[in-house]
């Protein structure tokens, strides 16, 4: 485990503490020891094997063994006994905004409610009311809190649908009766959110299927419908249906099953005198019958769509000119910015970033630790930067042609709108490039929030906005803000737009992406990294792009890196 993770594995045991009414200090002590991993400079691991964990602040004899257990077991004792005796609802509680743990362990004293269930009933019934701290508008919020975590609760990351169908595949795929199995339907077309998993298999018939099914720890709940669908639950809840294929119809197999409907009825619009028969509820094989994906489109002689743009969207002008645009891929990736390091919240160091980058075959990287009032994230303070800035510049030298580090940094949007640093500042460390975000104060009018942004784009530092609508996927909506003055503004002040990779954003959506684009903006897809894993979501950003069908020339990643270091010239110049 990384020194984030464990650090988060102290945060959670300190919160267990905090709810089993230990002694405060007890689990201060844990809030502590978390904080000085994660503002430590050092990775974990040579904090450990430099015998160096007790010279962080808050960090003893005690706390340096929890820290070598976790680090050595990936989990930590104390945390597994202290989970047993919590009832689990009471974790889904805390997720309610405006409950901290003195609200929930009065809930749970006083009116003996444990999950979410409980808690709901007892809004409802207007206990509340006369609990110390509660009210009545606590009780409204409560209630609207909850709403939208059952909400949630329907709908999944694509982040682990994909690790989800990547477990149930391997253990598929262990049974040599399973000759092929394909992830489809949502997860296929890259959606951010995923209510549904789909698999195609090929090689094994329904009734065979469901032992297997049965004996894998992957499924739950298995139940066979007809001899061409098999639906189950996997363990994290997840319905999940496998479609039973066969060698003939593979290809139409894979568009029936890939969709979604929208797209679907297209197909079937645009054949309407013979439309194709793509509606599996029967339990009958897609018709017409073809090997491949490529040979059911041609069949009708229409363009191959690729799985990324199934959404009903855009597949009518497609049709209609009888071409697909050549869409980004990974191959046309020569760069990526938006990293943080261990000068800030990040878990690796900038050599150990730099390395990395290029064993992945990147020519530069664009480092972008966090500004000074984000305090949070240890945000970097004017002798911080330019200590950094020494240290790029050593690792330019040392790397030289390999991998180029552009040095930028990820400046909040203060509330007024103006950057976290002043002019002055930002002129004298002549930075490469300076992406502004919100972090704080999103409780604003749709006006004000448009405003702050916009007059943030208009700075002539300014070269990038980071996650432009600030949502993190199942957590939190989107802040109110006119987003095509967003992007108006940005285009004009030719400020690019992120896409943010990170799969909890993903952030901007495709659809805005696409809107940008057709705006005359220019996009980067960039990974938001706080780890070295963090790096790999770039294909998650990649998709959003696809999604959009976004060629290449429009997203700023594609540049060389000569061509990138003219365009931070060229901003620096104004």
Sequence with gaps: MDKKEVAGLLKETALFLEIQEEEPFRAQSYLRAARALDSSEEDLDTLIQENLLETLPGIGTNLKKKIEEIHSTGTLSLHEELKEQIPPGLLEILKIPGLGVKKVKTLYKELGISNLGELAYACEENRLLELPGFGKKSQEKILEGIETLLHYQKSFLLLTAREVLERVQQDLLS?????????????????????????????????????????????????????????????????????????????????????????????????????????????????????????????????FIPPELREGYKEKEFFQSNSTPRLIESSDIKGIFHIHTTFSDGAATLKKVAEESASLGWEYIGISDHSQSAFYANGLERKDLER???????????????????????????????????????????????????????????????????????????????????????????????????????????????????????????????????????????????????????????????????????????FSRDDVQKLFNQKRKG
């Design 175 to 303: 049974y040599d009766r399973v000759e092929k199995c394909v992830a489809t339907g949502s997860v296929r077309r890259w959606c951010d959110i995923v209510h549904d998993l789909d698999i195609l298999v090929l090689g094994i018939s329904a009734e065979d299927l469901v032992p297997l099914l049965i004996e894998m720890e992957t499924i739950e709940e298995t139940e066979m419908v007809n001899e061409r669908l098999v639906i189950g639950k996997t363990p994290e809840g997840i319905p999940i249906d496998f479609h039973i294929g066969d060698h003939q119809a593979w290809g139409s197999w894979l568009v029936a099953t890939t969709g979604n409907s929208m797209h679907l009825g297209l197909i079937q619009e645009n054949e309407a005198s013979s439309p194709p028969a793509l509606d599996l509820r029967e339990g009958k094989v897609p018709q017409p019958q073809m090997k491949t994906e490529k040979d059911f489109y041609q069949h009708y002689s229409l363009p």
């Design 388 to 558: 950094q800035a020494k240290e790029i510049a050593r690792l330019n030298e040392k790397y030289g042609d390999r991998i180029h580090l552009f040095h930028g940094v990820e400046c909040d949007i203060l509330p007024d709108g103006s950057l976290d640093y002043p002019d002055s500042l930002l002129n004298e460390l002549n930075l490469d490039f300076i992406i502004a975000s919100v972090h704080s104060h999103f409780r604003m009018t749709r006006e004000e929030m448009t405003r702050r942004i916009t007059r943030a784009l208009k700075h002539p530092r300014v070269t990038m906005l980071g996650h432009p609508t600030g949502r993190l996927l199942l957590a939190r909506e989107a802040y109110p803000l006119d987003l095509e003055e967003i992007i108006r503004v940005a285009t004009e002040n030719e400020v690019i737009l992120e896409i943010n990779a990170n799969p909890y954003r993903l952030d901007l959506s495709w659809e805005w992406a696409d809107y940008a684009y057709e705006q005359g903006a220019f996009l980067a897809i960039n990974p938001d990294a706080h780890r070295l894993d963090g790096l790999e979501h770039l294909e998650y950003g990649l998709a959003v792009a696809r999604k959009a069908a976004l060629p290449p020339q429009a997203v700023i990643n594609t």
